[in-house]
Structure formats: structure tokens, C-alpha cells
């Protein structure tokens, strides 16, 4: 990586190894289907092989009655419907088992139980499904007109909700010379983690507990969840997020099988386990990235923007989930559309459409990675058009630091940053000018040259008033965490969030170290139980290390006048003569350590002053930033490709990120989780896709036909940081989980129209295989023959 | 998803995977590497009664070169065609497509004759074997009996193999000192199977002159004429137009794109076989 160095120790900004790393690199994590309960009995999920009809009947095979259940037969689930107080919205309701319709290819439609995974399988493949087809809709955009075939029969039209927005649109859009018009489409994905979904339940007689082991962002939630729906008290439920091998948005939602598998181990009393595979995956989890635009860009001579008009349309799925439900993507998607760059007239109108399809789910980057790539596409769009180079329009345009904090035109609220600086150094890290000279002079092999930029910004740690904005049933509020002092002067904590691959057992404990001093090693981050952590609404919309982290952060703060308290008495000082500086309470004359300080708080009481604070060394507190609109990260992402253009393959050559998260906690976390963003980012620009055929038939079903990028796809990404804290979050920090997956599919796309601009071609619609590319070259060849087309 | 309920035997020697096979009155798969049935099974597209595991019998294992040519026995894996550099020095086509035949992870495991039965029609082996004028030795209740491997691919997943058949061996002439050949793929990732795949051998010594594209709808077809116009007039003949001509007539079926990809594809075998 790129700056070795981090600031020295173990605190907030060191450099310092993932404690999480060593279970994992030995294969000792210990995932949901490492457990292995006695008497556990496996359920396998029979799903409709149709995407939308009435289901007329299911019947059981003979002899196996008791172990089909139907929707009938799971009477206690209540159906998951998921309320918005956004005008417009049409709530949807998903059985937890098709009932009268099934509305995609993958729906569950029946539950099976036995001994091992094969046998239900045998079991499930005789079932037989009476199901009388109804046309499906595959296409958002005749769903959208659409009102004869309906996804949801009491809904007038298949519209989830439209968003209108507007300010000064008219006004400045008039002042233009320059209009520049593009369409712009992101296929269908699948996120893909690489465990799956998994949960196992049983009944816990002792504690009279529905225990819920599932692989969850959000355990808590999940508790609310399956209380809401099973009709039980939340206190009968303890949900455990064990190691969990990826979430990326789609386990931060309640799902249909944990319910029915729930269900099972409370109304039986046994353990049940479901186990989702791959091939279940990519079908029924095909639910995110696919966005389309049409954005017209209004801009001065220069290309100097002035005004946006867009169109999105956004393919919904066939049901809005639990509790995020599917108003927060077109709302994100309106909301970011405008990204980083400083213009005064806007207007939006975004459809959410409901399709036969898996519904739609928060993806890391949650709608960013779409509107990015519309406006950064755009923005190379408006340079071609006043022929200018894409990098100085796109920084000219971006917001200058002297109008931080700027209220942006979609209303947004960014708190801080240098945002044209970032793209400089970017320009500068890469060499481009280098590459201009490079590209000039041609490839001996033949292939094009091309340079791409992208910037943007990452909304982080939104709290309560934007998501009340987005309408959802269950908005995040302060997060808490304990802070516990162990008798022998360690320290324990315990969040709410759940850290998978986030690194947090170890930020976390960074955070506490700043302000306690403990060793990191002596530091416990319990995660993941809603036993015995305190509520929080999860991990998502990167908001874990400025919310938990904010937390811990108060909580050890908290307990540090306790400690000076109890020491001060030790060291035979007044209180406000002594002050804590490293794990010791240090006085006039001597010093005592947080280990005896605690010993006589827990052990040995009878040393302790009389008016020591009856709370202890224990303290569980509450913390949102100041202002909670927001902490915005921005990163710029520019990179070299070089386009083959005999058969469409594309090399990234170099590509350079350079990225503000505000304070960092760890610089080598900050950049794992870059380089994992970009490698979804590559993904999704080159790679993935969940094609349907036009009777709603996933064609990607394997990994044989959804490509995922590996190892030697990935290029080797230089990574560097500046950082502006937020002046509204505790310590500065800023959150950053998403990011990387946002900017690529921008910058590729962006530096393969750079390579293929003499040629005429112009690509805008994910992911760009080589076959797309081919045939983008041949259009353009037939369009232009004059020009000299490989 | 899990396959459906098969038995499995091991048998150790050819004759006794036969009779097992003829046993089992059509019920019954041979299986190798798996790295094809595997999948097939688990998504219940298959459902063989069982399985008969030729993977570990001694005869089919081995490589030998046995006057002029490479006898190589149908479960040796990619992996260890790409390790016998030495043995396979008059053959160094071999190891080299080998090497390129998906990861490694699966090339330990999957095998040439699994390959070969298979028929997948991006797979690496058919168009290599064809290339290489290899002969395929299959064996069965009806005895044994060899099959140019030119002709032994049908149609995709389709061979001459008989349903009780199996495939004993492959036998490639060894190239002379002054063979040139030529391999190039197209993928859109690294261990994918290929959007576009040809391979030249050109043998003046032994009078050969094969070009062969691959990654098609069927089974790899030979540029016979393009092969011939190269050995006689050398790299003149290898132009652009030529090429594009070449693919054009052999697979009519492509579209413009796919005719464009195989082209280049072509061109560059050729290439990397001329300037060996
Ligand atoms: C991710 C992935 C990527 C791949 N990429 C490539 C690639 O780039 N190029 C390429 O060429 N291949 C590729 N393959 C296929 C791989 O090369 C397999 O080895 C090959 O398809 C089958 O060989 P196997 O030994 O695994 O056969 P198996 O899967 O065991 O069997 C395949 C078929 O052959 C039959 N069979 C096996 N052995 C015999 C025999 N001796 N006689 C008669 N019938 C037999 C079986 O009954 C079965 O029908 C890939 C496979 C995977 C999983």
C-alpha cells in the first residue's frame, strides 16, 4: 500500500493488525453452519420455478405430509409487510410462503424438513405445484405503464412510489449553452458474500427462549423482526450473529426463511437449521444495482455545470422489505444523484417499479454506484462536448473547500473536505500526464489507451432525521454500547453493530485505547448477541465506526473521572490533583494502575473512598454526532485502461484512488475495505449481471454464468489518504464501509470511452463484457465509416 | 443443492470399470476428475444409479512415449500434463495447453479423457487434439477400437463414444524438431471457459498443416485451406481479410461480433506459431 506509516501505537490512527485475522486465516471462525446442534434437522426451501401466477394448489407427496408445510400450514407467521410514510408508496405483502400468487422465479413456496439437506431435496422435488402462469413483467419500464398484469392485484399499477423533486430547475437550466443528453443502464446483481444466508433455531427451556443463530448485520433488528412477525414478546427472543462470511445490505433485512425457520424450533421445540446455496443465491437473491437514467445536463461553454434534469427508473422487485423497505433506493438515488459538484438547478423524477423479481435490497453503496456512474458519465459527456479534457471540467465543477459546509442542491448537507483536491492528487499520483504522452504515441500491440476519472461522496453515519426523511418503520436513534472495566483492569465491550470483515473488534478497541490506554490485546470487542449487547438498529450505510464507535468513545470517557475518583483515594490525592493518562491515575506523588484501581472497585471494596460513584466501572452510553445529517467521506478513483479492441478485453493498467474518511482509526482498515469495495466495483463494471429471459427465467443461476471477478481481475490499487475530520462526529471520524464499490464502474467505463473516443464509441450500460464492447465498436463502425475502426 | 441418491464403486482395473458399467443396464456415469459432473449431479441434471470412479485405475494413469508418440492414459489430470515438461519435450504443446486450461484447483482434478467425454465446446482438449492429430483408444464390451480425434467430437457434449463405452487413452504424435505451433484464447476472466479459442500446428516434417478454431456452438473446426495457403507461402498469407475470410466460410453461423473475436483469435495462434 501506499503510506506505510500510521501514527504510532495502538490508538485512534494506528496501523495496527486486525485481532479478527488470526481465527480466520486458521479457518476457526466460527460461522452459523459450523454449529452443530443435537438432533438438528435441516429445512430446504421448495421455491416457484414461475415468476408470476396464482398458485392453485400444492401437493404434499404421500407419506411426507408432516414435513411439507404450505403457507396454510404456518398459520402463527404473519405476512412481512414493511410501512413507508412516503406519499406514494404502496405497501406490498409478502407471505412468508407464496400465498394466491408467486411473484418470482426463486419465491418460497413451500418448507421441507429432514434428516440431511439431499433427503428434503428428494422430498421437495416431488411436490407438485399448480400454478397457472400469468404474463411476467421483466422490464421496469413497461411494468411502469403497465395496469392490466399487476404484480400486486390491490395496487391500481406496479408502482412502488415516484419521487418528485425540484429546486431552481427552470431558472438556471435557461442560463445553459450546452445540453448534453445520455441513457444510462445498470444490470440486475446478486451481492454474492461468500457465505450465504444461514440460520439455525432452537428452543432454549432454561432461559424459555426462541434462540435465533442467523448471519445478520443487524441481530437486534432481526430480534424486533421476528417478534413483530412471529407475534411474540421481543423477550422470548435472543438473536446470535455469529462470524459472518460477508453481509454487503442483504442480511440487514428480515428474510422469509428466518421466519419460517424460527417458527419451526418454537412451535417444535427443536433445532432447524436453512442453510442457503449458491445456485439459491444468484436466483433468489438477484436484487440490486439495476438503475436506469436518462439525465440531461445543462452547462455553460466551458462545461461549467448549471442545471440537472433526470429520469430514474428504478427495477424494484416484486416486494419492498423489512425494515429498510425499497423507498430507501430510489431515495438515495434522487438524494446523491448530484454528488460532489457545486450547481444550483435540479430536477428528478425517479419511479420505483414493481417487477418479477426479487426485491430490491441495499447493496454496499446503496444506489451511489449508479448515481455516480450516471453522473460521472455525464460529466466526461459534457467534456466531450465542449471538447474540453474530462479532468479539468470535473474540476471545475467540483465544490471548492472555501464553501464547506455546503447545502448542495439536493438538499444535502456536506461537513467538510477538499474535494478538488483529492481529484489533483489523483491526476498526480497517476502520471497522467505521463499516460497523455503514453497514449499519444500508441501501443505497439495495438491496444487503445485510455484514462479515467470519478469522484464522489459518501454519505456516512446518517442518523435519525434522514432516515425518518426516508419514510422507514424503524429509524435509527443513538447507539449504545457498555463499557466494562474486568476485575483485573482489562476492558470489555459491548455494541450492538456486528462487525463481518469491518474489522471492528479491533477499531473498536482502538477507540477505547485513545482514551483509556488499555493494551488492545487486553481490550474484548462482544459483538452480535442480543443477549447481552446493547440495542442498536446494526451495521449498514457505514455507519458503525462513527455510531459504536462515537459510543465506546463516550462510555470510556464516562468512566475516567470514576477512575481518577477511585485512584486519587489509593494515592491519598484530592480528585482534582491526579488525572488518568495511560491506564494509571497519576497523582502529586505517585501513580496507581487501572488494575488496582479495578481490584478495588470489584475484590477488595473496603479500600474504596466513601463517596465513590455507586455506578462503577461500568458504563453503558448512548451517541449520535452532533449534527445528523451526515459525516460525507469523498474519494476521487482515476485509472489507465487499455482497451483490445480485436476482442474486446480490457486491462486496467494502473488505477489510483485517493480517499477522506475524516479521522482514520486504522489506515490499513480503511483500505481493506477500499480495496474490497473496488473488487464489487470491478464487478459490477465488468463482470456481474442476473439476466432474465422474457418469461422472467434467471439465466444466471451458477457461477458457470455470473461472473465473478477473482484474484487476477483485481489490479493492483494504490491507495492514499487526507484527512478532514467531520466537525460534527466524535473524534473526526467519518464512515467508510461502502465506498470503494461506488467509483469503479465510473472510472472504467470513463476510460474506455477515453480509449475509444477516436473511434466514435461510447459505452453506458453495466457490466461491460467483451461481447457489449464488440458489438459498441461495430455500431460504431457502421455509423462512421470514414473514421479507421479496428 | 445437493445430487440425488447414486452408489459408487471403485473399480481397479479397465475390464472391471466396464463390466460395471455394462452391469448397470444404462444406470450407471463414469466418473473422473468431477470437476463436470460434479456440478451436473448436484443440479440433479444427471441422475446416474452410480457412479463408476475410474480416476485411480493404475492403467489410465500414465504417461509413455512409445515409438514416435505420447500415449497418455484418459485419467491423467491437466495438472500433471502441465508438470511432464521433460517427458513431453517432443511435445511441448501439451504442458503449454494444459496450463491454461482454468485454475489450478481444477486442473487437479480434472482429466484428459473427462475432458474429452465431456465435449464441452470451449473445452481446451478436443481443439488441442484435433490440432495435434491425436488419436482417441475407447474400449468396451465390444472390445477396442481408436478414433481420429478429429472426428471424435460430434456436436457439443456429444462424441462417437458409445453409451458403454469409455475412453482408455489418448495417442499424440510426437511434433519434429521443427514443428511450430501456436495456442491463443480469449477470456473474459482468467479460468473461464473461452469466448474464442484457435491453435496452429504446423509440422513441414511430417506434412501438416492444421489450423483449428474452437469456443464455437459445436466442435472445433479446421481453416484447411488458410492452413495450407500459410505452409506454402508463409506469413503472406496470413492477412486480415484472409482470416476473417476463412472463419466466415467455415462458420457461417457467426455473427459479425463472434466471427470478429475469432478472427483475431485466429490471427494470433497463427502468429505465435510462425514466430516460434
Ligand atoms: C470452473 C471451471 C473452469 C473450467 N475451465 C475449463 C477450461 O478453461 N478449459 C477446459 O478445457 N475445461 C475447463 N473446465 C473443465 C475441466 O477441464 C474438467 O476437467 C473437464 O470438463 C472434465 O473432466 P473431469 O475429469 O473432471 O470429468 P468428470 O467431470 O468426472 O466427467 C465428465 C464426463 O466425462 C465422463 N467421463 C469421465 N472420464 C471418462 C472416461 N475415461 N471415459 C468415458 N467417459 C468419461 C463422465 O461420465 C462425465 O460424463 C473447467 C471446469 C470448471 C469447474
Redesign the interface.
Known sequence: MSELHGKPGQGIGARVPRKEDARHLHGRGNFVSDLIFPGQREVVFLRSPIAHGILRGITKPAGFESVVYARADIAGIRNIEAPSTLPTYKLSTQPPLAQGKVRFVGEPVAMVVAKTRAEAEDIAEQIQLDIEELPALVDAHRARLDTDVRVHNEWSDNLFLTLDFDNNFEAESKKATIVVTREINLARQAMVPMEGRAIVAHWDDRAGQLIVYTSTQAPHVIRVGLAQFLGIDEGMIRVISPDVGGGFGLKCVLWPEELCVAWLALTQKKPFRYIEDRREHLTAGANCRQHHYTVTAYADQRGRLLALDAQITIDGGAYSNWPFTIGLEPGQATGNLPGPYEFKGYRCKTYCVATNKPGFLPYRGVARTGVCFAMELIMDAIARAVDRDPYEVRYENLIPPQLMPYNNVSRKHYDSGDYPRALAMVREKLDYDGWLARKAQGEPDGRLIGIGFASYCEQSAHGTSVFASWGLPLIPGYDQATVRTTPDGGLEIRVGVHSHGQGMETTLAQVAHEVVGVPIERIRVVHGDTGITPFSTGTYASRSIVMAGGAVGRACQTLLPRYIHIGAHLLKCKPDDARFEKSEVVGPNGRVSLKEIATAWFLRPERLPVDVDRDGLEATVGYKPTVDTGAFTYASHGAVIAVDPEVGGIEILDYVIVEDCGTMVNPMVVEGQTLGGVAQGIGTAMFEESPYDANGQPLASTFMDYTMPGATEIPAIRIYHTESPSPYTLFGIKGMGEGGAIAPPAVIFNGVNDALKDLGVEVNETPLTPKKLLEAIERARQAHPQRKVA | ?????FDYTRPHDVRAAIHALADALGEAKFLAGGQSLG?MLN??LTRPKLLVDVSRIEALRSIDVVNGSIRIGAAVTHAEIEDAGASLARNAMLPAVAREIAYRTIRNRGTIGGSLAHADPAADWPLALAALDAVIIVNGPAGQRSIPSARFMLAAFTTQLADDEMIEAIIVPELSPSARWGTYK?C?????FP??AAMAVFDPARRIARVYVGALSGAPVPLDALARGIAQQGAVALTATAVDRAIAMAVPELD??GR??HA??TMRAVQQALAS
Do not use: N, Q, W
Open positions: 443443492m445437493k445430487s440425488a441418491k456440478p443440479l440433479r480469449f473474459k476472466r482468467t479460468g473461464e469466448d474464442a459479425a461480433v470478429k473475436m483475431a483469435t
